[in-house]
């Protein structure tokens, strides 16, 4: 995914400026692909030169003339090439999983402090998210019909799972850890007749 196909995709339901688009960006994707003005912006010059979208400057009066952005025929060919190809995301890199790996080096109290922190923070990211339809209802500037919102709308569904298996998740270490349980969920369990792994 790339932000040139987001804006492309944007661009498919209306023309909009920069600003209309940062807008919708920070209604809608924020919470999984987010962008600045200046990353808008630059990419925004950079589809013009490729020829998938087009600008027209609006004279107004009393303040800056304003840029308009449409997508190309070239440019709507683009945006379905790239939405029926293989996803090819890449390698999961996770920091915070990688921190996880290596806790063990510090003293329990430490470790639920930090922990403590994080669901904290996860509470937070779980009500920004719950406030996502009201946002996309009060500053998506692109009018989309029921069938379209339904599509934004499982991105928030999937983002909500997400965080409330992770929240779970948090949970359920600060149980064992606090009972000095240190059984994993995924153990390796004992071969009938046989021995452990390892033994």
Known sequence: MSLPHVILGFLHYAPASGYDLKKTFDATVRHFWPADQSQIYRTLTQLSADGLIDVTEVVQTGKPNKKIYSITKTGEKELRTWLRAPDTGG????????????????????????????????LEEIRRYEAVPAEVDRDAAFPVSKRERFFWMLTLEYGLAMARAEHEWLQSIQRRITKKSYKNVFAPRRKRGGREPGR
Not at 102 to 116: C, D, Y
């Open 91 to 122: 390698p999961l890199r996770n920091s915070a999983l990688v921190r996880v790996f290596f806790l063990g080096n510090l003293e329990n109290e430490t470790i639920l402090g930090m922990l403590e922190h994080a669901e904290s923070g996860l």
